[in-house]
Structures are given as structure tokens and as C-alpha cells.
């Protein structure tokens, strides 16, 4: 019974990571907060580098983030 429940609880994180991440890349928080920055961003084929460094930048500071974004897609 303990190996049912937790593989159970095992799957139920594991998909819920996944659902966490938008096709982006990104996290559903993120790709909101870089959208809401800059509206109509185009977050499709973004690096993994790029990925990190948005990432980074909605969850630092809030000065500039626009402008950090603007330059982290160009």
C-alpha cells in the first residue's frame, strides 16, 4: 500500500511540474510577466539560455524589465 501511495504522490508532482511550464519553455508565471512587459514578444524558439536569463529577470528586480527583456529576445 505505502508503494502505491507513493508512486501516486510521485506522479502527481511530476505532472504538475510539467503542466507548469508553458510550450515557451518558460513557467506559466514567467511567459505572464514577460508578456505583460512587453506585449507581443515572440517567445517561440527560445534557447535555453534565453529561457534562464527571462527567468531570471521577472523574478529579480523590477527596474527595467522591459528593456532587459526586449534585449535578452534581441
Known sequence: MKKIALALT???ALT???SAMTESG????AEIE???ALPG?????????QIAAL???????DSGV???I?????
Request: net charge negative; charged share 15%.
Open 70 to 74: 526586449r534585449a535578452i529576445l534581441n
Open 55 to 61: 527567468e531570471g529577470v521577472v523574478n529579480g528586480e
Open 10 to 12: 510521485a506522479f502527481a
Open 34 to 36: 514577460v508578456l505583460s
Open 66 to 68: 522591459g528593456a532587459k
Open 26 to 29: 518558460l513557467t506559466t508565471a
Open 41 to 49: 514578444a515572440d517567445l517561440s524558439n527560445l534557447t535555453s539560455d
Open 16 to 18: 504538475t511540474a510539467a
